[in-house]
């Protein structure tokens, strides 16, 4: 879907941003670019819709190279919620939605009704379309900024630090919403973030960038796990770990009651969870109550098995 190879930029900079640069990402994939500030994430968002150009490399979005795209075709298949949301303040929130619109030939009576559309998907009231960007907090600013990046219904969202200006209780309700709107938009998302939780949250792909190369891509498992540089070691680290124990469910490595050691059966089970809960409450609460084994029943309340403290051997990456 897109398509980096060998790429190089330098602005009008000494020194290169962008090194050497290569990197493919799949249709329906959820990308983060995550790396210290300055290493050149941004720059790298701004080259995927052809806002920067390339000093040398080529870049290829659905098979075909960057320069042979139209502009106005490429920005219709590019949605871009840029870095400080950046809504137009003069224009109601109806009409910042549709704005990518208005340069297609689309009636009022579409418009409204795209607008109506979007707003509901972002989880904001349909009166909030008539309201001006200064009526809004920061968190749904940035609601109406997602809202407008799917406006032309792109196949790729370019998110840059979409959440970065929003507490920590709404950006994690934000995070669910966008979960949501991946998979049930099904588009390729390229999310860039300074928070490791919310890489490890969202990505089904994770780039840890430094310095204007990237030192590694994998999944959440790989990065976490099986991390091959030093820098990604220590950016990710005990924090990224602690993030997957947030994220994954205890569903993923609950065992039957006689493939546990020590062969323990459901009367001997005094605690218990849920297959939806993560592994971090697992963890916890064995080791607050010191055993080494709790119960595990799924959503409608049936046992379904056990959970150890050895749990995450059972994990397969
Ligand atoms: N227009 C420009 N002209 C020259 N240099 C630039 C320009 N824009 C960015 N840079 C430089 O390029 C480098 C990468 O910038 P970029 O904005 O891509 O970083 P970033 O990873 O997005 O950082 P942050 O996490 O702070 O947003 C920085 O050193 C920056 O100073
Ligand atoms: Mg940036």
């Not at 990308?31 to 995927?48: D, R």
Request: glycine share 8%.
């Amino acid at each position: 879907m897109i398509e980096f190879h060998v790429v190089n930029q330098q602005y009008e900079a000494e020194k290169p941003i962008i090194k050497h640069l290569s990197l493919t990402i799949e249709k329906g994939e959820f990308v983060v670019l995550i790396g210290p500030s300055g290493c050149g994430k941004t720059t790298l968002l701004k080259m995927m819709n052809g806002l920067i150009k390339p000093d040398s490399g080529e870049i290829r979005i659905k098979g075909k190279e960057l320069k042979e795209w139209d502009p106005i075709t490429l920005k219709r298949n590019i949605g871009y919620v840029i870095q400080q949301v950046g809504l137009f303040p003069h224009l109601s929130i109806e009409k910042n939605i549709v704005y990518a619109l208005d340069i297609q030939k689309v009636s009022e009576t579409v418009k409204k009704e795209r607008a109506r559309e979007l707003i509901q998907l972002v989880g904001l009231a349909e009166d909030y379309l008539a309201k001006y960007p200064n009526e809004l907090s920061g968190g749904q600013k940035q609601r109406v900024g997602i809202a407008r990046a799917l406006a032309a219904d792109p196949e790729i969202i370019l998110m840059d630090e979409p959440l970065g200006a929003v507490d920590q209780i709404n950006r994690a309700v934000l995070q669910d919403e966008i979960i949501r709107i991946y998979q049930t938009l099904n588009k390729t998302i390229v999310f860039v973030t300074h928070d490791i939780e919310e890489a490890i949250k969202l990505g089904t792909k994770i780039v840890v960038m430094n310095q204007g190369e990237i030192v590694e891509v994998g999944s959440r498992d790989a990065i976490v796990f099986h991390s091959k540089s030093h820098f990604a070691d220590d950016f990710i680290g005990n924090k990224g770990f602690l993030s997957y124990l947030n994220i994954v469910k205890i569903e993923q490595v609950v065992c039957p009651f006689d493939g546990i050691n020590g062969n323990v059966s459901e009367k001997d089970m005094v605690f218990w969870v849920t297959t939806a809960d993560p592994l971090i409450v697992g963890i916890r609460m064995c080791l607050e109550n010191g055993v080494n084994h709790i119960g595990v029943r799924n959503a409608a309340g049936q046992v379904v098995g056990a959970f150890d403290l050895g749990c995450l051997s059972r994990l397969k990456f």
